[in-house]
């Protein structure tokens, strides 16, 4: 083992996109429960996790650390577990990253691909690919800053165009340890189909370099994310929206209704117990809670594909305390004949 999670993994790597609102330490908890498969893809019986990406100027504010701490929150089953950082700061990004590293993480990825207004307002995320130099900058500090625990940028094709080549080789001139791409320019967002067949284009371009490339966009399971490494050569497939509801993607597994429904009771109880007003909450993150609106993103998703889904989903979307919702459910599960 070399300590470089990049060069440990063997390939292909399959990792779960970091989602904000989604991807928080409670899903990502359920997922590493129910989806390890027996096997282990990519040398793991789970996906590789990411946190949510985290401003490292707000890390570095006295106030803001406080709260932000909460998003870098792991516990053991979520190991290994990158984190994600975002900044336009150099020097921010090296602060960071020389704390970050200090918290357990077996890497630090650059956000350079969020299309968030507010987040390219300060010159962060998809915005850097506009500005290839800063962006250079960035991942040098990150490294400086992380001294062993290696550096890797998740972006986007390009901006308002196609510029894998000038982005690409931009980007390795800085060496990370690896790049994924989603295959989307900005001006894209995701209303587009993903270019994968564009994937390989990176993938020519780092031969050589020691630099791993992975794919991401559009990906529903393992099976097209292997047929996708076939096609393409990556060296991985990062998987976002498919995990929605589906903690056993990963296992390769359909779980019946009943399952679906229990483990979104398990769900939303470990979210009120972490995130809600309480002693959990308390001690592990100074009293800074989230909002329980946040979960509803997650009955409309473990919710569906079942007869009388349409209607308990309604029923779930309208309950504001985590009794009623489990209460619902479990009446549900009570009447219901699947």
């Given at each position: 083992m070399t300590g470089n999670i990049w060069h440990d993994l063997p390939k292909?790597?399959?990792?779960?996109?970091?989602?904000?609102?989604?991807?928080?330490?409670?899903?990502?908890?359920?997922?590493?429960?129910?989806?390890?498969?027996?096997?282990?893809?990519?040398?793991?019986?789970r996906p590789l996790f990411y946190t949510e990406f985290v401003s490292a100027d707000g890390l570095m504010h006295p106030v803001g650390q406080k709260k932000l701490l909460r998003e870098l929150y792991f516990t053991p089953p979520e190991q290994p577990i990158i984190a994600q950082l975002f900044t336009s700061n150099p020097n921010k990004m090296y602060e960071a990253t020389a704390l970050v590293a200090k918290m357990g993480f077996a890497g630090i990825d650059i956000n350079m691909g969020c299309p968030?207004?507010?987040i390219e307002k300060q010159g962060c995320g998809a915005d850097l690919i506009r500005h290839p130099e800063l962006a250079q900058e960035l991942i040098m500090a990150a490294?400086?800053?992380?001294?062993?625990?290696?550096?890797?940028?998740?972006?986007?094709?390009?901006?308002?165009?196609?510029?894998?080549?000038?982005?690409?080789?931009?980007?390795?001139?800085?060496k990370p340890a690896s790049i994924t791409f989603h295959l989307r320019t900005r001006?894209?967002?995701?209303?587009?189909?993903?270019h994968w067949e564009l994937a390989?284009?990176?993938?020519?371009?780092?031969?050589?370099?020691?630099?791993?490339?992975?794919?991401?966009?559009?990906?529903?399971?393992?099976?097209?994310?292997r047929a996708r490494v076939a096609q393409s050569g990556v060296d991985?497939?990062?998987?976002?929206?498919?995990i929605y509801g589906n903690p056993w993607l990963f296992a390769e597994r359909i779980p019946t209704p009943v399952e679906k429904l229990n483990v979104l009771i398990e769900h939303t109880k470990l979210f009120a117990d972490?995130?809600?007003?309480?002693?959990?909450?308390?001690?592990?993150?100074?009293?800074?809670?989230?909002?329980?609106?946040?979960?509803?993103?997650?009955?409309?998703?473990?919710?569906?594909?079942?007869?009388?889904?349409?209607?308990?989903?309604?029923?779930?979307?309208?309950?504001?305390?985590?009794?009623?919702?489990?209460?619902?459910?479990?009446?549900?599960?009570?009447t219901t004949q699947f």
């Open positions: 292909p790597i399959f990792s779960l996109a970091p989602m904000a609102d989604v991807t928080d330490t409670v899903f990502r908890q359920i997922i590493a429960k129910y989806g390890r498969s027996s096997a282990g893809q990519g040398g793991l019986t968030d207004q507010g490294k400086e800053g992380a001294g062993s625990i290696p550096v890797s940028v998740k972006t986007r094709i390009g901006y308002n165009r196609v510029e894998l080549e000038t982005w690409t080789t931009k980007l390795l001139e800085a001006k894209e967002m995701s209303k587009v189909a993903a390989e284009i990176p993938v020519k371009i780092a031969q050589g370099s020691g630099v791993l490339i992975l794919g991401n966009g559009d990906v529903k399971d393992l099976t097209e994310a991985g497939v990062m998987l976002g929206r498919a972490f995130y809600l007003e309480g002693e959990t909450n308390q001690k592990l993150f100074n009293g800074h809670t989230k909002s329980f609106a946040i979960m509803k993103k997650h009955f409309k998703a473990y919710v569906d594909g079942f007869a009388g889904a349409p209607e308990l989903r309604l029923r779930l979307m309208a309950k504001d305390k985590v009794e009623a919702v489990v209460s619902e459910i479990q009446n549900f599960l009570a």
